[in-house]
């Protein structure tokens, strides 16, 4: 009962800044398995969670297809090459790397949002290079540090000029294909902790449906803007955690 409340939680707060969730579902299991198992568990977790998160964000038009298959494109050989990567470059240059690419987009996303100049209702722009390379670096932060990618994805979507609530869905989008990678590479090869995984994985479903169903019904003009502001700090937010732990 307690994992499914916390996966309800995880899947409201993914649904809300577009996050795939990956250190949160982590954060939980580490507590309650081995870190080897609570690794390859969270990302079976996250994927069903993403998937359905997708089909809603579909049904409500915030995916932009095109901006997400260039970055899927990029994103799925990265991980590849993240993979091999992550043997040779050492894993506190790496973070500070990281950590200090997420606080400066996250300052932008703060400063687009702060500044009354808002995107919403505006055509995104255009830039295909900058899509594929959000798509090359959230595939190497999967292959190399384990993480989902989505803090980059999304502040780079929302940089775009996608509104918060396109960003998050187009990222929901993104990850749920690279989650998909990750779960056909740990199915054969890790052990899964199911009965620890389904539990997490029920509330996640439930909190990735109902809240871009609930948000839907409200204003959206009026709530994209504070929910960039949130996006923002939280992004700015695992930025400097990333650093202040390095």
Not at 181 to 210: D, E, K, N, P, R
Request: hydrophobic letters at 55%.
């Amino acid at each position: 009962m307690v994992n499914i409340l916390l996966g309800l939680l995880i899947g409201i707060f993914v649904s809300l800044v577009g996050g795939g969730g990956a250190s949160l579902y982590l954060g939980v299991l580490s507590s309650q398995l081995p870190t080897g198992t609570a690794v390859s568990t969270s990302l079976i977790v996250a994927l069903p969670a993403l998937f359905f998160g997708t089909l809603v964000q579909m049904r409500l038009h915030n995916v932009h297809f095109k901006m997400g298959n260039q970055l899927i494109i990029a994103a799925i050989p990265s991980i590849l090459i993240g993979t091999v990567l992550s043997r040779f470059i050492p894993s506190k240059l790496y973070t500070i790397v990281i950590g200090l690419l997420l606080t400066v987009m996250g300052i932008i996303v703060l400063r687009k949002n702060l500044r009354h100049a808002n995107s919403t209702g505006q055509a995104p722009k255009e830039r295909p290079l900058v899509a594929y390379a959000l798509g090359a670096l959230s595939g190497l932060m999967v292959g190399m540090g384990g993480l989902s990618g989505g803090a980059t994805t999304v502040a780079g979507l929302s940089m775009m000029g996608l509104t918060t609530f396109e960003a998050a869905g187009t990222t929901t989008y993104v990850l749920c294909a690279m989650s998909l990678v990750g779960f056909l590479s740990h199915l054969l090869t890790s052990t899964i902790a199911w009965s620890a995984g389904i539990t997490l994985m029920i509330g996640a479903i439930i909190g990735s449906i109902l809240t871009p169903i609930v948000l839907s019904r409200l204003d959206l003009r009026k709530l994209d803007h504070p929910l960039g502001i949130f996006l923002g700090v939280v992004i700015v937010y695992f930025g400097v955690k990333m650093l202040v732990t390095a």
